[in-house]
Nanobody, 124 residues
Framework: VQLQASGGGLVQTGAYLKLSCVLSRRMSNNYAIGWFRQAPGKEREFVAAIKWSGNSVYADSAKGRFTISRDNAKTTMYLKMNSLKPEDTAVYYC???????????????????WGQGTQVTVSS
């Protein structure tokens, strides 16, 4: 499966952005879609993930500000980001995997398929 991330941009502190991740096909059951981000000079870090069941998990930095969701066809995933901060500046990636246990949803190597990333820049 191929993933295409989009929706990034340059915004000011406090702004809203909605990222999209389009899958080339619907995945079988027991999949998970995750959003990760990577700032220059830093490791890739977990942001949020949604499982095939609809359950979602968030990094502490995203809780209360970001929301992960999907469309009814389950081929497009979204990351809605409110109250953006300069420290949210990074390249955001979506990723997909099958059979990921809950405790491993935040681990990048748990995911098999990756999108190309979309740049989010938050100015102060």
């Amino acid at each position: 499966v191929q993933l295409q991330a989009s929706g990034g941009g340059l915004v000011q502190t406090g702004a809203y952005l909605k990222l999209s991740c389009v899958l080339s096909r619907r995945m079988s059951n027991n999949y998970a879609i995750g959003w990760f981000r990577q700032a220059p000079g830093k490791e890739r870090e977990f942001v949020a993930a949604i499982k095939w069941s609809g359950n979602s998990v968030y990094a502490d930095s995203a809780k209360g500000r970001f929301t992960i969701s999907r469309d009814n066809a389950k081929t497009t995933m979204y990351l809605k980001m409110n109250s953006l901060k300069p420290e949210d500046t990074a390249v955001y990636y979506c990723a997909a995997g099958v059979g990921i246990i809950h405790s491993s949803l935040s681990v990048p190597r748990s995911y098999t398929y990756w999108g190309q990333g979309t740049q989010v820049t938050v100015s102060s």
